[in-house]
């Protein structure tokens, strides 16, 4: 990658990322890392490990599905993978950071075609995930807990959300899914026009993109079923961050009320996807989803307020990242 442009990335990164800093409560901050003590560096500790179960689905990806086959290295595509994150929790619309990101970190490697399907495969693979752990989860409340008519209704209503994306991902990944968007975004005001221009001028690489999409569904259906649930696996061990939080205060806290708190509050957060870093909807969803399993108040301000630090703190990690002088190489 360009020096400018990864010096472009670093610095946008750092003045939202400073931004967020000065919103917070220190005080505050200090008396809940210390009350959780150690379970706080366990929480931080843990996301190390849940970017290699993206950074191994986006490694499936790469190396399938595609005429060449590149070689390209596990652990610096690991220091890509946090530094997209990194980059997608500080802007405004998620994907609007990260992936232009990876595409340019890739493309010396793999060509701008096959850096830029992979980047969308893998982007389509987390999203594709999110609905399937939301749906199960739905199930899993079914199953383990006492229902009101409210929230059966709205247990219903996310059913049928879920239920549409992954037809809507399906389908993507059987046709392709970069022409769908841009033909989509055609018709939304404010960008229509530039869309339009767009598909006008790329075509054919928006087409061969999709071809490639669609070759790993198609060719290789055991590394797309592997990328799938490495994306999903992650989501699945990522409630133990809250469990971790939640056993400070309440030693017979129960793991699966943990996915259901995820679940609920990674739902309500996506919603505000515009906001950075999900002010706002991150927190009120713990609260909500605390609340609704008959956890106190404070116990999900102590864990909304740790995991916006541990948020920060790999923020930081992954834009130092994109400034890393010493590449891991091949």
Not at 184 to 191: A, K
Not at 256 to 285: D, K, V
Request: aromatic share 16%.
């Amino acid at each position: 990658m360009k020096k400018k442009y990864q010096n472009g990335f670093f610095l946008f990164g750092l003045v939202v990322l400073a931004i967020m800093v000065s919103q917070l409560d220190f005080a505050e901050v200090w008396r809940h890392i210390r009350t959780a003590g150690y379970w706080f560096f366990a929480v931080v500790t843990l996301w190390g490990v849940l970017y290699m179960f993206n950074t191994f689905s986006w490694y499936i990806i790469i190396h399938n599905g595609w005429p060449r086959k590149p070689k390209v290295n596990f652990w610096w595509l690991y220091k890509i993978t946090i530094s997209g994150f990194a980059l997608n929790y500080a802007t405004p619309g998620g994907l609007m950071g990260g992936e232009p990101y990876r595409i340019m970190a890739l493309k010396p490697k793999v060509g701008t075609e096959q850096a830029s399907a992979s980047v969308i495969l893998f982007a389509m693979t987390h999203i594709f995930s999110h609905f399937w752990f939301w749906l199960l989860s739905v199930v899993l409340y079914v199953a383990t807990q006492e229902m009101s008519i409210p929230m059966a209704v709205m247990l219903a209503a996310i059913t049928a959300f879920c239920s549409l994306g992954i037809w809507f991902f399906m389908s993507g990944y059987k046709k392709g899914l970069a022409v769908r968007v841009m033909n989509l975004l055609r018709h939304m005001p404010f960008v229509k026009g530039w869309a339009t221009r767009f598909v006008e001028k790329h075509r054919s690489e928006l087409d061969n993109i999709d071809t490639k999409i669609a070759s790993l569904h198609e060719q290789n259906p055991k590394a797309f079923i592997l990328a799938v649930a490495s994306e999903l696996s992650c989501r699945v061990v990522s409630a133990l961050e809250i469990y971790f939080i939640l056993l400070v205060m309440y030693p017979e806290a129960n793991y699966l009320q943990c996915i259901l708190i995820l679940a609920f509050t990674s739902l309500f957060a996506n919603m505000l996807f515009f906001m950075p870093l999900q002010l706002g909807g991150r927190e009120g969803g713990f609260l909500m989803s605390a609340k609704g399993l008959s956890i106190s108040t404070d116990a999900g301000i102590m864990v909304a307020l740790l995991v916006r630090i541990r948020e920060l703190i790999w923020t930081a990690i992954g834009l130092l990242l994109i400034k890393m002088e010493k590449k891991i190489e091949d």
